[in-house]
């Protein structure tokens, strides 16, 4: 849903947009997904599980990730880390 109400917004706005792109955190992993025209970019967590997640039996890893983006070409590159 995400997707259709960000391109629903941009489509109302006088703005010029080659590229769109959504960045999401916190969710625990690393997801990239193309809907309707928009990039979905869901960033993972920095601080891995939590008892919550433990006694649930989700398993995640401390990560984070840093986008490069060029205006002329959108996103150029990604990087991953695990901390």
């Known amino acids: 849903q995400l997707a259709d ?4 917004w941009l489509d109302h706005q006088d703005y010029a947009i080659s590229h769109r792109y959504a960045i999401t955190g916190n969710l625990h ?3 990239v997904e193309e809907a309707h025209g ?3 970019l869901q960033q993972p967590s920095p601080t891995g599980s939590d008892r919550y ?3 649930n ?3 995640s890893r401390r990560a984070t990730t840093a986008y490069y983006f060029s205006a002329f070409d ?4 990604m990087r991953y ?3």
């Open 5 to 8: 109400v960000a391109m629903d």
């Open 29 to 31: 992993h690393l997801k």
């Open 38 to 40: 928009m990039v979905l």
């Open 53 to 55: 997640h433990t006694r």
């Open 57 to 59: 039996g989700y398993r």
């Open 74 to 77: 959108g996103l150029l590159s």
């Open 81 to 83: 880390w695990q901390v």
